[in-house]
C-alpha cells in the first residue's frame, strides 16, 4: 500500500489554524544576519514540496488509467499548487544565495487509486497540522519577511482542501467507489493561483483570498484527457 508516512515531518510537530490575519506581523529582513535556520528550512521545504508535486502527477497518471478522471484532475490540480509552493520557497533561497536541493525524479511507488487517495489525505492534513506551524516556529526569529509570508500563503491555500481531506480520510477506507464517483461527477473546473498556491474550484471575483493578488494571477489547470 502506498503511503506518505513521514513525507511532509521534516519539520517536526505541531498545531494551529491560524488565518493570514491573525498572524503577527513579518518584520524586515536584516541583511547583516546569516538566515542559517530560514536557509535550512527552505531548502528542506522546497524538497519535500518538490516530491509531493511529482508524487501527486504520479498518482493523477495511475487513476486517470483506473478510470477516475476527477480524482486525476484533483491530483493534477494538488501537484500544480505544490509547484507553486517550491518555487517560492526557491525564490527565498536565491535571495540568500543557497543553492537549491537536488533531488532525483520520483520512481514510486504508486498504489491503487483507493490506496493513493488515503495517503494523500494524511499527508496533506500533516502539512496543514505539523509542517507550516512548525516551520514558522522555526524561522520565525530571524525575521526574513518574505520566507515568513510564503510559508504563510503555503499554509493558507493547503487549509483550503481541509473539507475534502476530511471527507476523503472519512469514506474512503470503505466507500472508496462511492467518494471516487462523486468526485468525477461533482468537478468541475480548477484554478491555482501562481503567487502562492490557493487553489478553487472558480475564479474570484476581485483578487486572491490567500495572498490578496489579483484575480488574473489564478491558472486554470487542464483535466487530463
Not at 494551529?16 to 491573525?22: D, K, Q
Request: with cysteine; aromatic share 10%.
Amino acid at each position: 500500500m502506498a503511503t506518505h508516512a513521514g513525507r511532509r515531518r521534516f519539520i517536526g510537530s505541531g498545531f494551529a489554524l491560524v488565518a493570514l490575519g491573525g498572524m503577527p506581523p513579518c518584520s524586515r529582513a536584516d541583511p547583516a544576519l546569516p538566515y542559517t535556520a530560514t536557509t535550512a528550512a527552505m531548502q528542506e521545504a522546497q524538497r519535500v514540496e518538490t516530491r509531493v508535486s511529482q508524487q501527486y502527477f504520479a498518482f493523477g497518471r495511475k487513476a486517470l488509467d483506473d478510470g477516475y478522471k476527477g480524482v486525476a484532475y484533483l491530483f493534477i490540480a494538488f501537484a500544480s499548487s505544490e509547484q507553486v509552493h517550491a518555487a517560492n520557497f526557491g525564490k527565498v533561497l536565491a535571495q540568500l544565495g543557497a543553492e537549491s536541493p537536488s533531488l532525483p525524479r520520483y520512481a514510486g511507488p504508486v498504489g491503487t487509486t483507493r490506496e493513493n487517495l488515503i495517503a494523500a489525505a494524511k499527508g496533506e492534513a500533516e502539512s496543514i497540522e505539523d509542517l507550516y506551524p512548525k516551520m514558522l516556529e522555526r524561522i520565525r526569529p530571524e525575521g526574513h519577511a518574505e520566507a515568513m509570508r510564503f510559508v504563510q500563503f503555503a499554509w493558507a491555500s493547503e487549509r483550503q482542501h481541509h473539507d475534502r481531506i476530511k471527507q476523503i480520510r472519512r469514506y474512503t477506507p470503505t466507500m472508496f467507489e462511492l467518494v471516487a464517483r462523486h468526485i468525477d461527477a461533482k468537478t468541475s473546473a480548477y484554478f491555482v493561483c501562481q503567487a502562492c498556491g490557493s487553489t478553487l474550484n472558480a475564479l474570484p471575483a476581485q483578487s486572491c483570498p490567500v495572498c490578496q493578488a489579483a484575480s488574473t494571477s489564478y491558472r486554470r489547470i487542464e483535466p487530463p484527457a
